[in-house]
C-alpha cells in the first residue's frame, strides 16, 4: 500500500525553525517527485514547495522562498522541508503529496497520494 | 501566484448535478490542460478526483467529471449524494514546476 507519514509538526515561536519529515512507502520514492502542501485553519490548500525525484531541482512559492529549504534522501525514503524565520501565517496543517510523475515519456502534474498531515503551530 | 477563483458554496438536492468553476489566467488554467480537483472532507486529507482537466483516477465514481474553457476549468458532479458533502478544491500547473490551488468550495446536499 502506498503511504506517506508526515511529522515534525509543533509550536514554535515567530522567528523560530522547525524540520517536517515525510516517510514514504509502497512505491519507488526515488522514481517521483514530491510536494509539500498547507493549509491554515478554516482556510484553502496552498501549494509550498517540490523536489524532483532525484532531489537536484527544487522548486518554492514566493511565500515561503528564501525561508524553506525542501530536501530528499532517497535512501530513507524521507522527504524534509526544514522551516526557518517562521511567521504567524506558516501556521497550518502541512501534508506531503506524491506527484503523478512520468510514465511512457508523459509526465502528470497531479497529486495522487497525500498524507494525513502534520500540524505547525507558529506563536506571538 | 495568485489563488484560483472558486464560488465559496454550492448546494444541490440528491440526484442533482451541481458544477464548481474554476477561475484562472493564461498563466495557469489557460496556459496548460494540467487541471487537477480534489476533494476534501473535514478533518481529512485532499483526494484526487480529477486530473489532466477531464481524467478520473481508477475508483472515482464516473459521477464526477471535468472541462475546461479558455481559463476557466468546471467540475460537475451528477447524480449528487450525501457523501459527495465535502470541500473542493482545483488546482494548475503555473509552470516551472510550481502549482496553484483554487480557493476552495463548499459543496452542501440539502
Known amino acids: 500500500e502506498v503511504q506517506l507519514l508526515e511529522s515534525g509538526g509543533g509550536l514554535v515561536q515567530r522567528g523560530g525553525s522547525l524540520r517536517l519529515s515525510c516517510a514514504a512507502s509502497?512505491?519507488?520514492?526515488?522514481?517521483?517527485?514530491m510536494s509539500w502542501v498547507r493549509q491554515a485553519p478554516g482556510k484553502g490548500l496552498e501549494w509550498v514547495s517540490a523536489?524532483?525525484?532525484?532531489?537536484?531541482?527544487?522548486y518554492y512559492a514566493d511565500s515561503v522562498k528564501g525561508r524553506f529549504t525542501i530536501s530528499r534522501d532517497n535512501s530513507k525514503n524521507t522527504m524534509y522541508l526544514q522551516m526557518n524565520s517562521l511567521r504567524g501565517e506558516d501556521t497550518a496543517v502541512y501534508y506531503c503529496?506524491?506527484?503523478?510523475?512520468?510514465?511512457?515519456?508523459?509526465?502528470?502534474?497531479?497529486?495522487?497520494?497525500w498524507g494525513k498531515g502534520t500540524t505547525v503551530t507558529v506563536s506571538s | 501566484q495568485s489563488a484560483l477563483t472558486q464560488p465559496r458554496s454550492v448546494s444541490g438536492s440528491p440526484g442533482q448535478s451541481v458544477t464548481i468553476s474554476c477561475t484562472g489566467t493564461?498563466?495557469?488554467?489557460?496556459?496548460?490542460?494540467?487541471v487537477s480537483w480534489y476533494q476534501q472532507h473535514p478533518g481529512k486529507a485532499p483526494k484526487l478526483l480529477i486530473y489532466?482537466?477531464?481524467k478520473r483516477p481508477s475508483g472515482v465514481p464516473d459521477r464526477f467529471s471535468g472541462s475546461k474553457s479558455g481559463n476557466t476549468a468546471s467540475l460537475t458532479i451528477s447524480g449528487l449524494q450525501a457523501e459527495d458533502e465535502a470541500d473542493y478544491y482545483c488546482?494548475?500547473?503555473?509552470?516551472?514546476?510550481?502549482?496553484?490551488f483554487g480557493t476552495g468550495t463548499k459543496v452542501t446536499v440539502l
Open positions: 503529496a506524491k506527484e503523478g510523475g512520468a510514465v511512457a515519456g508523459v509526465y502528470y502534474y497531479y497529486m495522487d497520494v
Open positions: 509502497g512505491f519507488t520514492f526515488s522514481s517521483y517527485a
Open positions: 523536489i524532483s525525484g532525484s532531489g537536484g531541482s527544487t
Open positions: 493564461s498563466s495557469d488554467v489557460g496556459a496548460y490542460n494540467y
Open positions: 489532466d482537466v477531464s
Open positions: 488546482c494548475s500547473y503555473a509552470g516551472s514546476y510550481t502549482y496553484v
